[in-house]
């Protein structure tokens, strides 16, 4: 399924500033996956060291919150929208991963 | 205490010839009213920061005629600030914020009353300043003061108008009390590390403007009990690609504070929860 996925702005810099960016999969976590495929670096902020999604991070299909759904396991279908939107306080520089290892779960400022 | 000129709650009886001119553009529309602008009146709101948010929030209340107006902050302006911070000039540089800010109020409105409370926010003192006020209104620039707020408010049963703003993002919703709150929304902050000083912080100015003008409206709205405000769900702005988009969110039964099961019965310790620096350092600073 081709879905098409929202990039907010302190993600924005890390898919070439590009605001929906397209990821194929049957559930979210697979286009999940893909997205991070097509971008290795979105995997450190959308992901914690264990592969999780993180709890300041949510990820939405259609505007729901996936965990009132079926969780990352949601199928999705053609034409659908996910948003990954993290928690956001202000004072708060554009998150980096720190290195594109896997599972490095630090944001570095510029 | 009543001097016969209002009513028990506080709202005036009756508008004099000035506040029906001052508040005609309101008084004039149905779902406001006389009525509801004596509400305005009477309405006690409190104010997390002076800074990006708080700066239209507090405007546009006092506008209002939002009787009593509180402002917590403890840091003094720094030229940085002016670039979005309208409650703060040029030569408030190096004065308290709050102190700026209730001149700005007063000069805009002399009618409202405005309290400052130039202190850190703290587990300590929450309560007691959340408890002399109906609605809260949250401008707070870190994670430790937006997590404390938000138990405060649940806690002491009080309406929570939440917003946040991040180089051109902003996000806005409203919390009432067993309707949801932030730890439901977002169970846990980033990571220590992740959010660097508000001093190294980019954002647009004007975005301020336009998620402190949705929380002042969530506030009137409250205060007038018209409309649907932004309860159970969570309004996203993003400016760049000017495009807004509203998402559901919900109560979760499993929040360890308003939940079905809750954990938390009093404030905590929120820059362990944090993982930050002291709350006496960066509590309800500047907010933005």
Known sequence: ?110 | MNDGQTTQSGAPRVLTPQQVMRYSRHIIMPQVGPVGQRKLMAAKVLIIGAGGLGSPIAVYLALAGVGTIGIVDFDVVDLSNLQRQILHQTDDVGRPKVQSAKETLLAYNPEVTVITHETPLTSDNAFAIIDQYDIVVNGADNFATRYLVNDACYLRGKPLVDGSILLFDGQATTYLPGKGCYRCLFPEPPPPGLVPSCAEAGVLGALCGTIGSIQATEVLKLILGVGEPLVGRLLLYDALSMEVRIVKTRRDPRCPLCGDHPTIHDLIDYDAFCGGPPLTTTGARAGH
């Open chain 1, 1 to 110: 399924m081709a879905v098409k996925v929202y990039i907010p702005t302190p993600f924005r810099r890390l898919t070439g500033n590009r605001v929906h960016v397209e990821a194929d999969g049957r559930t979210v976590a697979e286009v999940l996956a893909d997205l991070i495929r097509r971008f290795p670096a979105l995997g450190e902020l959308i992901f914690d060291a264990e592969r999780r999604i993180p709890a300041h991070v949510n990820v939405y299909l259609n505007n729901r919150e996936i965990h009132s759904l079926d969780g990352p396991e949601t199928p999705v279908q053609d034409g659908d929208e996910v948003a990954v939107i993290p928690a956001i306080a202000g004072g708060m520089q554009t998150p980096m991963p720190r290195s594109a290892g896997r599972g490095a779960h630090t944001w570095r400022t510029e």
